[in-house]
């Protein structure tokens, strides 16, 4: 079975530029989760959906992030404009069902210069 | 309180030795718990699910106690490949909730 998929695996950009990372969440699962890890912070969550329908962007840092997921099988996490701050690693993870463990994708290395 | 702490490391020990993590969770209506991995540089990767009765795999034993509300993840024998950063994951209806990590480091 394939994972979840993300895409890119590395973005380097410069101060000011749009960023957007995409996520291929596995087949049948109906919860989608952005996460960003750095050493500072650890991992923490952006935002999170089901069925599509975002549930709780609590976590997303301000008004220059915004994430979509216009599909069962597709998420975009944009962030305009990026920032030097924003460097990370940025995980999408997805499952299905209350009691089953999330499953991560390899992560996008999000570098802003 | 953190929803869910556990204790950040670093622990040291040499290969053959027992290793035990403990994670304490605050929100009683939890219902899943998991245990996962982390290598340097990588994505988080599930160890195992924990259960109310405990379970085991190979080397790997992890236990639940509600009454206490901790899970607890046990290393025996532990070897050079088991050095990486442990993170507890809490579930309740929707939420899903990650320890800090604990980070591990076996020497030889």
Redesign the interface.
Known sequence: DAGVIQSPRHEVTEMGQEVTLRCKPISGHD?L?WYRQTMMR??E?LI?F?NNVP??DSGMPEDRFSAKMPNASFSTLKIQPSEPRDSA?Y?CASYRG??????????T?LTVT | RKEVEQDPGPFNVPEGATVAFNCTYSNSAS??F?W?RQDC??????LM?VYSSGNEDGRFTAQLNRASQYISLLIRDSKLSDSATY?C?V?G????T?G??TKLQVIP
């Not at chain 1, 209350?98 to 992560?107: A, D, M, R, T």
């Not at chain 2, 540089?41 to 599930?46: A, S």
């Open positions: 919860y989760f650890g991992l969550l999170y089901n549930i709780d690693v995980f209350l009691g089953s463990p999330l499953h991560f994708g390899n992560g290395r | 219902q899943s998991f996962y540089r990588k994505e988080p990767k599930l699910s993170l994951v579930k209806y929707q939420k899903v990650f800090t990590g």
